[in-house]
């Protein structure tokens, strides 16, 4: 296997590893408020998602930024938590054209939270020489993006199912799958490592 299909392969199995699946719901809460229609946008969300994811990869492996794994750890849940709450408050409102720049800071951020909780562990795998760090990233970022288009994909196909022949109304779905994340990420949050002393 090529060098560039190593880390493009870790790229892709690190969104979609069924174990970690903080990052198909934080996908999930992002993607259940739009449809078909509104791909330009979500392109534009998951984009700036993995430049975040990048970035806060970048920083780290440069070892400019570090924090504590415990800590971000108790921020990804919470993260999650926060879109979904935020769909449950905007479910079936037409404010999504306003909000856009709020929705891309926001994912933008919280992207570089989710690269902070796999930093370290991407640390491990990169060659050791600084000059040999930048192009493994870049082939990771081309995997993250690659599964976050497919996770996207088939909630926007599952999406269109539930709401044309099972006719839900795009509210009702928003507000059922968030409160469905919600009851899931809850738990996490609860169970995190910082509240133990």
Partial sequence: M???????NI?????????????????????IPYAFKDWRRLLL???????????????????????KSNL???IIPITIL??????????????KNESISLIAFVTLFFGIIHGLGFSNYFKTILPGKSAD???????FALGIE????????????ISYIVQTFFRFSKR??????????????????????????
């Fill in 45 to 67: 969300l998951i984009s700036l998602f993995t430049v975040g994811h990048t970035l806060a990869l970048v920083l780290s492996v440069y070892e400019i930024v570090y924090i």
């Fill in 172 to 197: 009702d779905w928003t507000l059922v799958m968030s409160a469905f994340i919600i009851g899931v990420i809850i738990p996490l949050v609860i169970q995190s490592p910082i509240w133990r002393r």
């Fill in 2 to 8: 090529s060098e560039f299909l190593i880390y493009f």
């Fill in 146 to 157: 690659t599964a976050q288009i497919i996770v996207v994909f088939v909630v926007l196909i």
């Fill in 82 to 95: 926060v879109v979904a709450i935020f769909n449950l408050f905007t479910a079936g409102k037409n404010n």
């Fill in 72 to 74: 971000i750890e108790f």
């Fill in 133 to 139: 760090k930048l192009l493994p990233l870049t082939e």
């Fill in 11 to 31: 790229g892709l199995k690190h969104v979609l590893n069924i174990s970690a699946y903080d990052h198909v719901l934080f996908l999930i809460a992002l993607t």
